[in-house]
């Protein structure tokens, strides 16, 4: 079977969130099972510099007024179709932001684009390859469904993986003439309070809607979650499956991890003390043996970024250390620098993005907290189970789906592999703080919460499958 899979980012290429590294990881994984992906991408400068020389397959005379000429490449085992149109992506600045930290005033433009490429491979553009499905991820890849439908060539079977419903591509409805598309389509499929919402089109005219864990497809119909969305996702409620996110179990292996001081594995757990050793210079912290937790996070409200620094003294006060990596709210950097500066030896905070440095916290740090107000999937929490890190995790979303609390039932089963706590609170936080520190201290139930992490399936394998399942029920074999 051929997938076109379309995406905004992919690691290794390219990465701000976790939607990189799900769109990097799942062709691997599904070419095991027999599944042929190529991954549509836009030509960002980070993309072109590491795929080098390209092949040329087709030029693109007028995607939306653009020019664009597709590239060919394979860059670690990913088969690649690099959108080149240098006036839209090749850009100081991020995917999405440019230098100063703004939205490229654009981006509407940017990503219709790169669906309109999509589409067009879709419906038969390229001469030697074919897809039978094409895999949409989140709003800016979600025009491929909407062009399908409104396009005379007949659309192929799609599916939409929505990663985070709170990012919906919306934008003023003056932007309508520019995608070319008829004027009911507004009506039809895109229309969100008069203005334009990419997300929306594609829960509409998608084939299949995913999200990335059973709990958070529950959740996206609840107004609390749907962020506006519920009532369209309900709509849509008979074609909507949770798949939970699995991890690249090569590149995140502790016992083969260059980018971490001393490998381990779950018999020899002992040796992590070697990267604890490293994680605590680094971040200056005192030599003793309180547990050291970390948090490896976009810096934001969605994250419980405000909750974490609001608990901070307290974490201190109750024997803890803490080291932050991210990047996000200024108001949220400027909060975690100054609890920092405010317990030397105690907190340290590094601001920016680290991939490696992301590594060592998950080897070396005991505990890794997620305060998730909400949370489709989370990886770090995956990595943390892999790396004997335990998850400290709101119990939400795919948070809820992949941890299970150390309660005393749990800990009798020998079945335990982190912490929930469920009000996203000060109070909350705190107590879960407070339960993680008396676990700590006993080290037998510890070790035995960290192995049991460790031994968690946290690989693609059956959640390709799942995947897998569903591709052939749209194709009608399944
Ligand atoms: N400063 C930093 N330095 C280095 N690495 C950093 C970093 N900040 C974050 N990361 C890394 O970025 C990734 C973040 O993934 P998440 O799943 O936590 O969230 P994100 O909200 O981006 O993704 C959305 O999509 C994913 C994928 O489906 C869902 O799991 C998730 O719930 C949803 O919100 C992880 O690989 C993490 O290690």
Not at 88 to 110: E, F, H, I, S
Not at 148 to 158: A, C, L, V
Not at 307 to 313: C, H, N, P, S
Not at 331 to 342: C, I, S, V
Request: charged share 20%.
């Amino acid at each position: 079977m051929n997938v076109l899979s379309v995406t905004s980012e992919v690691y290794p290429l390219i990465k701000t969130g976790g939607l990189a590294d799900v769109a990097g990881a799942l062709p691997l994984a599904l070419d095991v099972l027999g599944i042929n992906t190529r991954t549509l991408l836009p030509g960002y400068p980070a993309v072109m510099d590491k795929i080098g020389p390209a092949n040329p397959l087709m030029h693109f005379p007028d995607l939306l007024g653009e020019a664009a000429t597709l590239l060919a490449a394979t860059y670690e085992g990913l088969d690649l179709l690099v959108l080149d149109a240098p006036d839209l992506y090749r850009r100081a600045g991020g995917p999405y932001l440019d230098p100063t930290g703004q939205d490229y005033v654009d981006n509407w433009k940017r990503f219709a684009v790169l669906s309109m490429a999509g589409a067009q491979i879709a419906q038969g553009a390229l001469a030697d390859w074919q897809p039978d499905l094409v895999h949409v991820h989140d709003w800016q890849a979600a025009l491929v469904p909407v062009f399908m439908r409104y396009s005379e060539k007949p659309e192929i079977p799609s599916l939409l993986t929505i990663h985070n419903i709170a990012f919906q591509g919306q934008f003023a409805a003056n932007i309508l003439p520019e995608l070319n598309l008829p004027g009911h389509a507004y009506w039809e499929a895109l229309e969100y309070h008069g203005t334009v919402s990419y997300l929306k089109g594609a829960i509409v005219t998608a084939h299949a809607i995913s999200t990335v864990s059973p709990s958070y497809a529950e959740e996206i119909l609840d107004p609390a979650y749907g962020m506006g969305l519920e009532g369209v996702v309900a709509s849509r409620a008979d074609s909507l499956h949770g798949i939970v996110n699995g991890i690249d179990i090569e590149a995140w292996n502790p016992a083969k991890d260059a980018l971490i001081t001393a490998s381990y594995g779950v018999t020899t757990l002992k040796k992590r003390s070697l990267n604890r050793e490293s994680l605590t210079k680094h971040f200056g912290l005192d030599h003793d043996n309180s547990p050291i937790f970390c948090v490896i996070s976009r810096l934001t409200w969605q994250k419980g970024m405000d909750v974490l620094a609001e608990i901070i003294d307290d974490l201190v006060a109750e024997g803890g250390k803490l080291v932050v990596l991210g990047s996000g709210e200024p108001g949220l950097e400027w909060a975690l620098k100054t609890a920092a500066n405010r317990h030397p030896g105690r907190v340290g905070v590094q601001l920016g993005y680290n991939e490696p440095l992301s590594h060592l916290m998950q080897a070396g740090s005991d505990a890794i907290i997620i305060p998730s107000r909400f949370e489709p999937c989370g990886l770090t929490q995956l990595y943390g189970l892999r790396y004997g890190c335990v998850p400290v995790v709101a119990r939400t979303g795919g948070l809820n789906d992949t941890i299970i609390d150390a309660n005393a039932a749990a800990l009798n089963a020998k079945a335990a592999t982190g912490i929930q706590f469920a009000a996203v609170t000060a109070e909350g936080l705190r107590q879960a703080v407070r339960r993680t520190i008396r676990l700590f201290k006993d080290t037998k139930t510890w070790n035995q919460i960290q192995k049991q992490g460790m031994k968690a399936d946290v690989s693609w394998e059956t959640s390709a499958q799942a995947y897998v399942h569903l591709y052939h029920r749209l194709l009608g074999k399944g």
